[in-house]
């Protein structure tokens, strides 16, 4: 059962018991976007020049004219376009890393999430971590929650609420059919 949230992320609810893993996974709003391949950088350059010499000429067409041009580039043509792409995500990578510090720095020192245990259900208590931070009640799922007042600051993620609420729903079908038979 796919799904999709406000931000036209997709993603696939998966049985929470298994070890199958969404199909798709978000992508990190805050990193920056991956650098083209070498191919996709000359795909790009001259797929424009191909479709204005041929308008007429289907998507399937095109990529079959590039890709023609691509086997038949000398060697040093195409080792431009990989240093370049190779340099470009050189960049990105440590782009990322610097991003990913920063982020791990800043959720370190940011307040943890306190439980209240006087009002946390004696299920739900078993979702702190070391740390007194909690942690996502989903099944397999540890990452810290997030403070929402509609999760009640139990879930990390909308992916994790739906997941969840699935998994629960799964389980109360699960038992009425077994009360029924």
């Known amino acids: 059962m796919a799904v999709q949230n406000s931000t036209e ?23 920056p976007e991956k650098p083209m391949t ?5 795909w790009k350059e001259h797929q424009g020049n191909i479709r204005q010499q041929s308008p007429d000429m289907g998507l399937e067409e095109v990529n079959r004219v590039v890709n023609h041009m691509w ?22 990578e440590e782009e990322v890393a610097r991003i990913r510090a920063a982020n791990a720095a800043v959720n370190s020192t940011a307040a943890p999430v306190k439980t209240q ?4 259900p004696p299920s739900a208590q078993t979702n702190i971590n070391p740390q007194g931070t909690v942690t ?19 879930y990390c993620s909308n992916q994790c609420v739906v ?10 079908v ?8």
Request: proline share 3%; hydrophobic share 30%; glycine share 2%.
């Open 174 to 181: 699960r038992d009425q059919s077994s009360k029924i038979a």
């Open 9 to 31: 992320e997709v993603f696939t609810v998966t049985n929470q018991l298994s070890k199958e893993t969404p199909q798709e996974e978000r992508k990190d709003p805050v990193l």
């Open 71 to 92: 086997s038949a580039l000398d060697h040093d043509t195409r080792k431009t376009y990989e240093e370049k792409c190779n340099a470009e995500m050189k960049a990105w």
């Open 38 to 42: 070498a191919y996709l950088r000359f």
């Open 117 to 120: 245990v006087a009002s946390t």
């Open 136 to 154: 996502c009640i989903r099944l397999g799922c540890n990452k810290p929650s997030v403070r929402n007042i509609e999760w009640e600051d139990e």
């Open 163 to 172: 997941l969840h609420c699935d998994y629960v729903f799964r389980e109360w």
